[in-house]
């Protein structure tokens, strides 16, 4: 594609439901990160795959999130039981080699909001 | 984890004047610099980077420099647009890995 997709745009959860947050990365890029970006705040990273390895997942906040990346391409950031904390941007990047020292593109995000 | 400050929060230029956004960083092995700039509601896109081994780089109206001794890296924008308006995010990464921490954000507004 043009660039980095993600869906849906708008997500307005209960609390308590559990969501799932779609990334479609730029075709052939191997590097890809999650980031949440709270009102008036930098994105804080939340996970990182290299292809469909997983290799850091230090930034998620808790053992309701889970991110997965299965054939190395498009991703998914799951989120269970929402709480109102959870209420954010989230952000996907990709990039086309190892890391993020070479140019990282970022998708529109998905603003998510717990009600 | 890494650490970067970002000043000012806010930034209110006439335009035509120029505009200095700066970030300190701890981790001396922090060995590459980008600059972000995210308009409302849409997403963050690269305007400039650098790296440990420069200590200035210009494209046309911005210029970032970097400090390593005092750990220090400044983005500048001169004959500021209205167009410039939008939150600018500094960023760093360590060599030692494969992710970005961003600062804080500044809101850069441009009054015509």
Known sequence: GAGVSQSPRYKVAKRGQDVALRCDPISGHVSLFWYQQALGQGPEFLTYFQNEAQLDKSGLPSDRFFAERPEGSVSTLKIQRTQQEDSAVYLCASSLAQGMNTEAFFGQGTRLTVV | ?112
């Not at chain 2, 701890?26 to 972000?36: C, G, I, L, Q």
């Not at chain 2, 081994?53 to 390593?68: C, F, H, M, P, S």
């Not at chain 2, 983005?75 to 600018?88: C, F, G, K």
């Open chain 2, 1 to 112: 984890g890494e650490n970067v400050e970002q000043h000012p929060s806010t930034l209110s230029v006439q335009e035509g004047d120029s505009a200095v956004i700066k970030c300190t960083y701890s981790d001396s092995a922090s060995n590459y610099f980008p600059w972000y700039k995210q308009e409302l509601g849409k997403r963050p896109q690269l305007i400039i980077d650098i790296r440990s081994n420069v200590g200035e780089k210009k494209d046309q109206r911005i210029a970032v420099t970097l400090n390593k001794t005092a750990k220090h890296f400044s983005l500048h924008i001169t004959e500021t647009q209205p167009e410039d308006s939008a939150v600018y995010f500094c960023a760093l990464m360590n060599s030692g890995y494969s992710t970005l921490t961003f600062g804080k954000g500044t809101m850069l507004l441009v009054s015509p």
